[in-house]
């Protein structure tokens, strides 16, 4: 009984508190930046909350299955691209826009700011469908709830939430819910710890930073789809221009990359142990976790960790939800800041999000989801986010090819990578970001002479 008693006053509390502050919205920059009033705290626990969602703690708990203490890499490659976004965040705060299309239009033109929004709206209903997916899963576990089920009652409210509130609703709740996800991670590690009957067997024979199921071949890959993605993210760019100033949102981003260090190798001790208990056993995945702790921890603790993960995916499926629906209703409203702008962005939220759902009843792994969507992402718009950022300006159409290419080549290889051969992939995924550079940076006058013989 007191386990669901954890979660139910959560809830109550996360209604009440994102209720109260909707009443705040007062323009349409109190709605997709929270009048870019976010003080360290706020913007703090926002960055923390977004990042820190079902594929962090339940995909990193199920990559610690197959890799050991080497699944700590997920949330570390998270922290290093946070250290390098540290003194990029004051030219994304100064910029004062809304989303990262913006920015690109900003650097190449109104053209590859369209098509910027197409690829990353397509890109990104797989991290909220991750998020969804993650819902269902912690629901299924722990309720009883059939999966479909948790998938619609889930979405549902990620898409009420997220209409209801924006980004000031967003920025508020998210602060208490870091806490949540925080707490219940390091008192389920302790009572872990302390209290299991096999604490030994939570040393996994996988050891870190490497080893037979993790090379640093793998590691180069991922810092190039996943660390680069906190580098130039429009969930964690959302989170950076809510912030007050420059200052807040370098400090922001710094308190949370140091955060995720200690976070990493924690998530991955209690997938260890996790891992040392279903030994031979069939588990769904995205399960793991919750199915093994609801047995090891006492009602209280499981109801703790419950509340904490639900805090993580509600959080991040906000915020990806959210970011995304800006980002398509900003081409077809035209203008953002007015009522169409407005009205067009919550009917954009009610539709990515439906497609999410949808996405999330085919494709039922969180880490294959997140990683497939992310692929795409820093193929395209790694390399021209940087080279904006650092004063580079190229043609629109070179810019637009250069995007296109980089994110095509990134998804074969991805889809390669799951289906046939993984080295194949892999070189396919590392090469889309030097074709990518290649055809950005290829000089201009040349550039001009050849698309004149088109």
């Not at 180069?220 to 959302?238: A, E, M, N, Q, R």
């Not at 949102?249 to 996790?274: C, D, E, H, K, N």
């Not at 497939?372 to 992402?377: E, G, S, V, W």
Request: glycine residues 8%; positive net charge; proline residues 3%.
């Amino acid at each position: 009984m007191v386990k669901y008693l954890f979660v139910v006053l959560y809830f109550l509390v996360m209604v009440i508190i994102g209720l109260r502050s909707s009443r705040m919205i007062r323009t349409s920059e109190d709605y997709y930046i929270a009048g870019k009033k976010g003080g360290l705290l706020l913007v703090t626990g926002s960055l923390l909350a977004t990042i820190l969602g079902s594929s962090a703690i339940l995909g990193t708990a199920d990559l610690a299955l197959t890799q050991g203490w080497a699944a700590s890499w997920l949330l570390l490659c998270a922290a290093i691209g946070l250290f390098v976004l540290i003194p990029v965040s004051i030219k994304i705060n100064r910029q004062g826009k809304y989303t990262l299309p913006q920015m690109i239009g900003d650097f190449y033109g109104k053209e590859a700011k369209a098509l910027s929004s197409f690829i990353i709206a397509f890109a990104w209903t797989g991290v909220i469908a991750a998020q969804v997916i993650g819902a269902a899963r912690i629901l299924n576990s722990f309720f009883g709830l059939g999966y479909e089920w948790g998938v619609w009652g889930s979405g549902v409210l990620f898409i009420f939430y997220a209409i209801v509130g924006g980004q000031i609703s967003v920025l508020r709740t998210d602060l208490y819910q870091s806490f949540f996800i925080i707490l219940g991670v390091l008192v389920t590690a302790i009572a872990i710890f302390f209290y299991a009957e096999k604490p030994a067997a939570t040393i996994a024979p996988r050891r870190f930073p490497f080893n037979e199921s993790f090379h640093g071949y793998d590691l180069l890959v991922l810092l190039l789809t996943y660390s680069t993605t906190f580098v130039v993210g429009p969930d964690i760019y959302s989170r950076i221009f809510c912030a007050r100033n420059e200052k807040i949102a370098r400090q922001s981003v710094l308190i949370s990359a140091i955060v995720l260090i200690p976070f990493a190798f924690m998530v991955t001790y209690l997938g260890i142990f996790a891992s040392s208990e279903i030994a031979g056993e069939e588990v769904p995945k995205g399960s793991v976790l919750i199915s093994v702790l609801s047995h090891a921890l006492p009602d209280w603790g499981v109801g703790l960790l419950v509340a904490a993960l639900l805090s993580a995916v509600l959080s991040s499926a906000s915020t990806t939800l959210l970011t995304s629906s800006i980002i398509i209703s900003d081409p077809i409203s035209g203008n953002l800041d007015t009522k169409k702008g407005l009205r067009n962005t919550k009917l954009t939220i009610l539709a990515v999000g439906l497609i999410s759902i949808l996405l999330s009843l085919k494709v039922t792994s969180i880490i294959q989801s997140l990683l497939i969507a992310l692929t795409i992402f820093s193929g395209s718009f790694i390399v021209p986010t940087v080279a904006g950022l650092l004063g580079f300006r190229s043609g629109k159409v070179q810019s637009m090819i250069a995007m296109l290419a980089g994110g095509t080549i990134a998804l074969v290889g991805k889809i390669i990578t799951l289906l046939a051969d993984r080295t194949t992939g892999n070189l396919l995924i590392i090469a889309a970001f030097f074709v990518n550079a290649a055809i950005l940076f290829y000089p201009k006058k040349r550039n001009s002479r050849f698309l004149s013989q088109l």
